[in-house]
């Protein structure tokens, strides 16, 4: 069917505070995806120098590398936001509404320490490869802090989509699991 799509995307109703993390979730995806399709541009650029014109490159792999990576974590939030990670619900549909209810603000809250710690160490690292000017080890030399951004970055807009998730289970704006 064209124009139709399948993906279950959390809902935001009205309320002002979801609407406007799933736009920062969204433009982040946009962001992820500008990133993607800058590494194939890179690595195709890289095959015509080295293997056409007989060249060397200097910073193509590691553009690559850090593109591909920043794109995994910056892509979290709007992968979170269409509920793309992989499930198993089969617990959550056997349970009764209110059980269903209850795990989902467990595994939200769960979900959102998780992140947290993975955000304020994923800062302190950035923060450190900033503070100490580190650069990588190859001929290009980039500074660390620039790739290494995307780490904070990336947990940073998960968090706020997982809060945004629970607020809207709490306030009875989606379904926990999405199930209706």
Known sequence: ?????????????????????????TLAGWCSAGMIVAAVAITCQMIIIRFV??????????????LVIAATLVGLPYVQRL??????????????????FF????????SIAIISVMLWYGFEYWHFAWDRGWRSDTVWGVRLWIPYLSIPVGFGLLLLQLIADLVAI???????????
């Open 170 to 180: 709490v306030t009875g704006t989606d379904k926990p699991f999405g199930l209706e």
């Open 103 to 110: 795990l989902a603000i467990v595994t939200s809250l769960l």
């Open 53 to 66: 014109l007989n060249g060397s490159t200097v910073w193509q792999t590691e553009a690559v590398v850090y």
């Open 1 to 25: 069917m064209a124009g139709h799509s399948t993906a279950v995307v959390a809902r935001t109703g009205n309320n002002p505070f979801l609407r406007t993390i799933a736009s920062i979730s």
């Open 83 to 100: 509920r793309g990670h992989v499930n198993v619900d089969l617990i959550p549909i056997s349970l009764a509404p209110k059980a269903r």
